[in-house]
């Protein structure tokens, strides 16, 4: 059983910058893939970024693409979400996700079904 627990969202201006971080717990050394996922309001859960490993290359939605980095840390048991230039479409409750997979490939690596293990969510709002 792997646990994971977010934290780091909150209210910001659009242009601002955050960052979310997501700790994992129990069999948190366990192999597999950590990702950032989102559900804004009406809206159905959708990909943010993926990293199969701590070092590796990371996958992220071409919503994303420049605006955020995905760093792991398997010392700490911890994956951030470092992201920039927020704009209020970016408003949404942002979910950490673990797979007991690890996939190189970013189809798999975007997909919510990959995973396994998912964490209760902190909300990021962003005002215009």
């Known amino acids: 059983q792997v646990l ?3 934290s780091g969202g909150g209210l910001v201006q659009a242009g601002d910058s955050l960052s979310l ?3 994992a717990s129990g069999r948190a050394s366990s192999a597999g893939s950590m990702a950032w996922f989102r ?11 993926s990293i199969p490993e701590a070092g590796s290359t990371a996958y992220y939605a071409d919503s994303m693409k420049g605006r ?4 792991r840390d398997n010392a700490k048991n911890t994956v951030t979400l470092q992201m920039k230039r927020l704009e209020p479409e970016d408003t949404a409750v942002y ?4 797979s007991r997979t690890i996939y190189y490939e970013s ?6 079904q990959s995973y396994f293990y998912w964490g209760q969510g902190t909300r990021v709002t ?3």
């Open 4 to 6: 994971l627990a977010e």
């Open 21 to 23: 971080s997501c700790t």
């Open 39 to 49: 559900q804004a309001p009406g809206k159905e859960r959708e990909f943010v970024a």
């Open 68 to 71: 955020c980095t995905i760093v």
């Open 95 to 98: 979910y950490c996700a673990k």
């Open 107 to 112: 189809q798999l690596a975007s997909r919510d």
């Open 126 to 128: 962003v005002s215009s």
